[in-house]
């Protein structure tokens, strides 16, 4: 449709909107001493990492230089048609050794280093989380043993189960609120430092970190109130017989 296709060009959106021009295709630009034709014009796409912008990009037929082709498979069709291009490549370039990569594994190869970080958060999120919680489940336990007469006469007096297990868990909530509001801002000058590497990111929301606080707080509950429930649960008189 288009003649000789190594004089002809495709540029993206980017590219067009910086030379400024109205109604490309037609037109002729001339590219290394040579006129070229604008035959298309693509919309825009990452082909670098999404740490930087979308830059202007040209497509261009060189059969003398290109070293690299690119094909499109249909899905499940990858053994056949790779059989096929290997058979092909064998028929020109016999004595070559026929070389092939998937797109997709080169993109993903641009984030490794953010998915080894994911990991690692992953993993240090879920020890720090472990430890804070062996800590409280033995703070709450040193406490309950601690005021263990204090239970018993309180319970003696009336109290019930629901009133010690609030008496025990009351301190570290406030403990855990603390932590919190200290935490919160941190934590969002961190990622958003970390975002701010990224020319494409998402906004962050408010939920976000009032979600994580609250899951914090849920955690921190159900740890200390599993030591609160059974301090509660005890029978006074073990408690008081001693006296």
Same mark, same amino acid.
């Given at each position: 449709d288009?003649?000789s ?6 540029f993206n ?6 030379m400024?021009l109205?109604n ?5 630009v001339r ?9 298309g ?10 740490r ?5 990009m040209f497509?261009?037929l ?10 499109r498979?249909k899905?499940?069709?990858q053994?056949?048609?790779l059989?096929?291009?290997?058979t ?7 004595g ?6 998937? *797109?997709?594994?080169?993109?993903? @190869? =641009? ?5 080894? $970080? ?5 993993? !240090? %999120? ?10 409280l ?6 406490t309950a ?13 009336g109290?019930?189960e ?5 008496l025990?868990?009351?301190?570290f909530?406030?403990?855990? *609120?603390?932590?919190?509001?200290? @935490? =919160?801002?941190v934590?969002?000058?961190? $990622?958003?430092s970390?975002?701010?590497? !990224? %020319? ?7 939920w ?13 509950w159900?740890?200390?109130g ?5 301090a ?10 001693y006296?």
């Amino acid at each position: 449709d288009f003649g000789s296709e190594d004089t002809k060009i495709i540029f993206n959106e980017e590219a067009i909107n910086l030379m400024g021009l109205k109604n490309p295709v037609g037109k002729t630009v001339r590219l290394w001493g040579y006129d070229m034709q604008i035959i298309g014009v693509i919309k825009n796409f990452n082909f670098e990492s999404l740490r930087e912008n979308i830059k202007p990009m040209f497509a261009k037929l060189d059969p003398a230089r290109n070293s690299k082709i690119m094909v499109r498979i249909k899905a499940g069709m990858q053994k056949e048609t790779l059989a096929g291009l290997k058979t092909y490549y064998e028929e020109f370039n016999s004595g070559y050794t026929f070389e092939y990569k998937f *797109l997709d594994k080169e993109y993903q @190869a =641009l984030y490794d280093a953010e998915k080894r $970080v994911e990991i690692l958060s992953r993993y !240090f %999120a879920g020890i720090a989380i472990i430890i804070s919680c062996l800590g409280l489940f033995g703070l709450t336990a040193y406490t309950a043993e601690r005021k263990r007469k204090e239970i018993g006469i309180r319970k003696a007096l009336g109290s019930s189960e629901l009133g010690i297990i609030y008496l025990l868990s009351n301190s570290f909530t406030k403990m855990v *609120l603390v932590s919190i509001i200290i @935490a =919160l801002p941190v934590s969002y000058f961190i $990622v958003r430092s970390w975002l701010d590497g !990224f %020319a494409f990111k998402i906004e962050l929301e408010l939920w976000y970190f009032i979600g994580s606080g609250l899951l914090a707080l849920i955690i921190a509950w159900i740890t200390v109130g599993i030591q609160a429930v059974k301090a509660a649960a005890a029978n006074p008189i073990d408690a008081l017989r001693y006296e």
